[in-house]
């Protein structure tokens, strides 16, 4: 609305200058359609069918909306702007795409009433548990849709559903899928394990090298449950060097140093992991409505004349509680017929006048189906809610004369009845003050809006390389912000669209002030970039902490694994791991027929015990497994494999489907697979 406002009135011998330059290109390029297909809009194209740019944007802004909504304060939108994230949306359009068109080659369709229980069964349309009518007509005009274009896209939507939907309900578990996932899913293993941390708690008695973490470093915790992703443990360690702090001071000693060749080559060989993030530091100009409130103070004859000419909105008007009976009379009717009707009205206004009731009257008599059963009754009638001539005639009676003689009009002949008058209501000058001047100075707030936008605008056309001759002008602060990097920042910088700008090639590689970026109504703000921090590897002082500690996060773990395989070798020869244990200090996870989800055992450890191999009939499986912050060495005693009483119908049939559902996931990706590979598929990369 700002940049419309803007660009409307924008004036002079600058903007006709540049309106001149851009009519011939834009010329040209009118032209130049006549001649070139409409492929040119599209994103891509599928069996001769195409996704139009304007298809995709309208779905992609939807489908972020959609996730703005779910995530809430956790929406993070660059992260939905990345090329693959786009890319992804286009793959699931052309999926619909693909689904639309076998779908309407075999013939597929949905009837209207099976789309009428579809769209009842919407709780949103919903009240009570109950569909209704105006909440489902009020919901679709907020999102600026009409009941048909809903019905269309959900009836589209269903006879989509449909190959999915028979995929999935055809999907079943076969006794052998079920006797093996039964097998594996509920399979327990009995082991012992003895622990060894790469940072133990208690560093008393032991060799500082031992103790120069207390943790492992959060990208080994990232590895370890990429590799596992049934490990749901959060990891809640400190950072590296805090705990290198901890397990220096604990028992008093301190830390042996690392030494600098060592810092030097680690460096060197892992540069990737101490970038800096691109950032930039920006200064800007902000212009807001709100703050020229002060500035604006209305005079009483200015408010007088807003409130006589809008005085409709402040008073009430009277309005009459009225009946009726109608004598329908056919717009086409002859003079004869016409008047047989009004005898009749006429008569019923005896009646009525004579003592008659008239609610019965208009039982017997009225034509007016939508009345007569209330008795004629209307409700409450204002100015301007019925026919001019009907109006007339109920205006013109009193209480002390209710009954109306005949009225025509469209309909026929009417006899009106005034049961009640509520004498209109409404709001003197000083009443309405406090309204007037408020809605004034909004509305003086948008005009000089306009006109300094206008004027900043100008400005900064006239030099779009600088902010200063237009805040001097203008007498606006020049503010900063940043550094900040492509994830937004603190203040200003948390707005996703003034990252956007800042990171523009027009503002960051060219060098000019931004367009005017909407930040709410009637408050914009014109950016430029001060300062640009490109990406970079951070010099070795800036992290040398890091560094270390990463080394000795390595060297802990090395020598944490060194000792576990010493223990493992100790026990492969015949020695009781308790008595090991105790003897090391060291705790021992004895767990007996464990479950893969049992909550006894850390998640790490379980997971790398289910993955050792099955035990000999005589051995046990022995192994050192590597684990989030240490090793442990592990003996696999025993597995016995799962099973489901024949009794247990209840846990047989959620297995049964939890197969079926995997099944079906699995055969719709084919299904889409296939009808990929059938088709002529065609990406515009370079329109995304």
């Known amino acids: 609305m700002v940049l419309q406002a803007i660009r409307e009135r924008l004036t002079g011998i600058l903007a006709i200058f540049i309106f001149g330059i851009l009519i011939i290109p834009f010329a040209f390029v009118g032209v130049n359609s006549y001649f070139s297909s409409d492929s040119v809009n599209s994103v891509a194209r599928v069996n001769e069918a195409d996704i139009t740019t304007t298809q995709f944007t309208q779905s992609f802004q939807n489908y972020r909306r959609r996730m703005q909504s779910l995530l809430g304060a956790n929406f993070d939108a660059e992260q939905f702007d990345q090329p693959i994230v786009r890319r992804q949306h286009l793959d699931n359009l052309i999926n619909q795409e693909l689904l639309s068109q076998v779908s309407l080659e075999s013939g597929l369709s949905v009837d209207d009433e099976s789309l009428a229980q579809a769209i009842r069964d919407i709780e949103a349309f919903q009240v009570d548990g109950v569909f209704n009518t105006e909440v489902y007509q009020s919901r679709l005009l907020g999102q600026g849709t009409t009941p048909q274009q809903f019905e269309n896209d959900m009836r589209a939507q269903l006879i989509l559903d449909q190959y999915p939907g028979a995929i999935a309900s055809s999907a079943i578990a076969t006794d052998h899928e079920f006797e093996q996932f039964i097998r594996l899913q509920e399979q327990q293993r009995t082991f012992k394990a003895i622990v060894v941390p790469a940072f133990p708690d208690d560093a008393d008695g032991a060799d500082p090298a031992e103790a120069d973490d207390e943790s492992a470093d959060e990208s080994i915790a990232e590895t370890d449950s990429a590799e596992d992703p049934t490990a749901e443990v959060a990891d809640e360690t400190d950072t590296a060097e805090e705990q290198i702090a901890e397990a220096g001071t604990e028992d008093g000693t301190t830390l042996p140093p690392v030494e600098e060749s060592a810092v030097v080559a680690w460096y060197e060989a892992n540069q990737q992991d101490y970038r800096s993030e691109e950032q930039v530091l920006i200064e800007y100009v902000e212009l807001d409505s709100a703050d020229m409130a002060e500035e604006i103070q209305p005079d009483d004859e200015q408010l007088r004349a807003r409130f006589e000419t809008q005085k409709a909105r402040f008073i009430t008007p009277e309005t009459r509680l009225a009946s009726h009976i109608l004598i329908e009379v056919s717009p086409d009717a002859d003079e004869a017929t016409v008047e047989t009707a009004r005898q009749a009205a006429a008569d019923l206004t005896r009646r009525a006048r004579a003592g008659a009731e008239f609610a019965e009257l208009a039982r017997e008599n009225s034509q007016d189906a939508g009345s007569a059963e209330l008795g004629g009754d209307l409700g409450w009638v204002e100015p301007g809610f019925m026919v001019q001539a009907f109006e007339d005639g109920l205006y013109e009676l009193s209480m002390a004369e209710p009954i109306s003689d005949p009225v025509q009009t469209g309909f026929g002949w009417h006899v009106i009845l005034l049961r009640d008058v509520r004498p209109a209501e409404g709001m003197t000058f000083d009443e309405a003050r406090d309204i007037l001047v408020e809605e004034f100075v909004v509305e003086e707030q948008e005009r000089r809006f306009l006109d300094v936008a206008d004027r900043l605008v100008d400005l900064i056309y006239e030099d779009p390389t600088t902010l200063s001759s237009a805040a001097e002008v203008l007498d606006l602060e020049i503010q900063e912000a940043g550094p900040f990097g492509r994830a937004g920042g603190p203040g200003i910088a948390a707005n996703t669209d003034i990252v956007k700008a800042a990171f523009s090639d027009l503002v960051l590689t060219q060098g000019v002030v931004s367009d005017p970026v909407d930040l709410d109504d009637n408050h914009i703000v014109m950016l430029r970039v001060k300062e640009h921090f490109p990406e970079a590897v951070r010099p070795l002082d800036e992290v040398r902490d890091q560094v270390v500690a990463s080394i000795r996060l390595q060297r802990a773990m090395e020598q944490a694994q060194e000792r576990a395989r010493a223990l ?34 850390s998640a790490d450890l379980l997971v790398k015990v289910f993955r050792l191999p099955l035990p000999g009939e005589e051995n046990a499986q022995t192994a050192v497994v590597e684990l989030n912050d240490g090793y442990a060495a592990v003996k696999l005693e025993n597995v016995t ?42 990406v515009f990369e370079d329109r995304l």
Not at 578 to 592: F, I, P
């Open 641 to 682: 494999d799962g099973e489901v009483s024949e009794d247990d119908l209840i846990s047989a049939q959620n297995f049964r489907r939890r197969i079926a559902n995997a099944s079906a996931s699995a055969e719709a990706i084919g299904f889409i697979q296939m009808l990929r590979s059938q088709s002529d598929i065609e």
């Open 568 to 601: 493992l070798a100790q026990v492969e020869s015949g020695a009781e791991m308790s008595v090991l244990a105790e003897s090391e200090a060291l705790e021992l996870v004895e767990s007996d027929g464990v479950t893969r989800n049992d909550g006894s055992v």
